[in-house]
């Protein structure tokens, strides 16, 4: 599966006229790779991420996410596909202050719907709930935080709070995991460490990843970079940056 944006152009109201935020932008991301976006301020980085992820509708263009064309679904059906083939780390974490690393990342896990009676529905929920706390765990386990999975968020450092907004973000097996400047606020090696485990996770987990980020000293993580200037784009192969 992967993620392919064609001929994608996005205004805002600005004034009496319309500022351009993207300006014919196509970009795909096959299944298994990391494409990193680079660009200075106000130059459309947000704006890509916000429509790759469905949540704007652009002006013209279209998404895909393996397949499914976005623009012809409803705003109900644009949330359910976040929620089953998205997944999504934003540049701060925002955890709950209240809930142990575990259960910010069993939070995730939804429940189906169904018609059953109320008997056999609570046996499958109480499994359910029991497949969605083993899984948690073994996601705390992949970035490194088995041992911390009782404690609460002002517990933990910069780069583990980081680390369980990635483990969140992958709770439902995403097709495609978007990754918003997931560095801004740690050290170099804190920083790096990060973007060394969602390269790892993005190749083992066949997932398309797309990583907004400032930190231009480690874009050889990536297996390409594009460049945004003034809504516009330019792709260039990592190691070549």
Request: glycine share 12%.
């Amino acid at each position: 599966m992967s993620l392919f944006l064609e001929d994608i152009t996005l205004t805002y109201p600005d004034g009496e006229g319309r500022l351009t935020a993207l300006d014919g932008v196509s970009l795909e991301v096959p299944a298994g790779t990391m494409t990193a976006v680079v660009g200075p301020s106000g130059s459309g980085k947000s704006s890509l991420l916000a429509v790759a992820a469905t949540l704007v509708s652009p002006d013209r263009g279209r998404v895909l996410v393996g397949g499914t064309e976005t623009g012809a679904l409803s705003a109900a059906e644009r949330a359910e596909l976040r929620r089953r083939r998205m997944g999504i780390v934003f540049q701060q974490p925002n955890l709950l202050a209240s809930l142990t690393a575990l259960e910010q990342v069993e939070l995730m896990a939804r429940l189906e719907g169904g018609g059953r009676a109320g008997e056999v529905r609570q046996r499958g929920r109480k499994r359910a709930r029991a497949a969605a706390r083993e899984r948690a765990r073994e996601l705390l386990d992949t970035v490194g935080l088995a041992s911390l999975t009782h404690r609460r968020p002002h517990q933990l450092s910069g780069g583990q709070r980081q680390r369980v907004g990635i483990a969140r973000a992958l709770m439902n097996a995403p097709e495609v995991l978007l990754v918003d400047e997931p560095t801004s606020a740690l050290d170099h090696e804190r920083g790096a460490a990060v973007l060394d485990l969602l390269a790892r996770l993005t190749r083992e987990w066949g997932t398309a990843t797309v990583l907004v980020t400032h930190d231009r000293a480690r874009l050889a993580v990536a297996d390409r970079v594009v460049g945004l200037v003034d809504g516009r784009v330019g792709i260039g192969e990592a190691s070549g940056v």
